[in-house]
């Protein structure tokens, strides 16, 4: 077993993880599912948060911060923009990122 801090730090990447490839999958689907510039523009939105939100897990160089706040503040965007356009897939993943922003921030 590892240290406390670190068992939280990756089951909160691990969430977040999750939350960001389902919002991917939100993008695609959006992308191919009605051909018109609205849909393509909320696919680019939705691919934007979840390339964000996978750069911060994965950081090759470090270009967007990885911390508890961070990830709470994006599952709000995710949840919120899937409140707005009425996407149930985009709403679980608001949530999922959420959980693992609480985490991050109660433990």
Known sequence: MGSKKSDRDTFMKFLAIIGAILVIIVAIWNFIGFPNLMSVAIGLIWFVIGLI???????????????????????????????????????????????????????
Do not use: D, R
């Open 53 to 107: 939100i996978l750069m911060s897990c994965f950081k090759p160089n470090n270009p967007v911060p990885f911390n508890e706040a961070f990830i709470l503040i994006m599952g709000i965007i995710v949840l919120v923009l899937g409140f707005v356009f009425f996407n149930l897939i985009a709403i679980i993943a608001g949530i999922i990122i959420i959980v693992g922003g609480f985490i991050g921030l109660l433990t």
